[in-house]
């Protein structure tokens, strides 16, 4: 049976590093490219929303061949991209109605590292879909988006969740740590956040109850698979 599912991606190009400069960046290529593909091959339907509707930006960096395994892996990737309508027509962040949707997919790059780590609109969707049991997947730097699920007491909706997200020692060997004004694996950390460290750049996910996380790029199609696990459940 056909699912719905909700991309919430950055609307961001660009990500603010320490001393002001902007660093180019967006949606990172395989972190939406593999989920993507498998919803849309489980025949399930696929709609994005980003802040403001504004289309999502692909970080140029994520279509390097050194990043999706050579040259062919880059075209198949960009292939997907390219032919997924739904990144071209997105809806709205702040026009998204959690009830129209079965399940809830962050992906990543530094992009929500700009905008979704303080977007109330992203911060109330993921404490409705936390408390709704609907499944919520979040890759990469997409857990950025939960420093702003706040809740009325000021605390952070995931506090105590087991997560997986883009480590301190995976930004240090990308050569950004440094430059960075705030790493995410520090923050998730100081709100609560169980973070679940696994070995740099290989396949790590993380399930806590109706919330599957994954560490980084490898990790997207894994998470993918696990959400499909729980949509035919």
């Known amino acids: 049976m056909s699912k719905k599912i909700l991309f919430v991606m950055t609307g961001a190009d660009h990500w603010t590093l320490a001393d002001g400069t902007l660093h180019p960046t967006g949606f990172w290529a395989e972190e939406a490219a593999a989920p993507y593909e498998a919803f849309k091959a489980a025949g399930h339907t696929v ?17 390097a061949p050194e990043f999706n395994g050579g040259e062919e892996g880059a075209r198949r990737v960009a292939e997907v991209l390219a032919g997924a309508e739904e990144l071209k027509s997105p809806i709205a962040l702040e026009d998204v109605r959690l009830d129209d949707y079965d399940a809830v997919f962050y992906p990543g790059g530094h992009g929500p590292m700009e905008d979704l780590a303080v977007n109330a609109d992203s911060g109330r969707l993921l404490v409705r879909a936390l408390k709704s049991g609907k499944p919520l997947g979040v890759v990469c730097h997409g857990p950025a988006a939960l420093l702003a699920a706040v809740e009325e007491d000021g605390g952070n909706a995931f506090k105590g969740y087991r997560v997986a997200a883009f480590t301190n020692d995976e930004e240090t060997q990308a050569g950004l740590a440094a430059k960075a004004e705030w790493l995410l694996e520090t923050r998730l950390v100081e709100a609560g956040v169980d973070v679940q460290v696994g070995e740099p750049w290989a396949p790590h996910v993380v399930v806590d109850r109706n919330l599957v996380t994954g560490q980084n790029p490898a990790s997207a199609a894994p998470l993918a698979a696990e959400l499909l696990k729980r949509l035919a459940g």
């Open 47 to 63: 709609t994005v929303a980003t802040p403001g509707g504004v289309v999502p930006t692909v970080d140029t960096a994520s279509l």
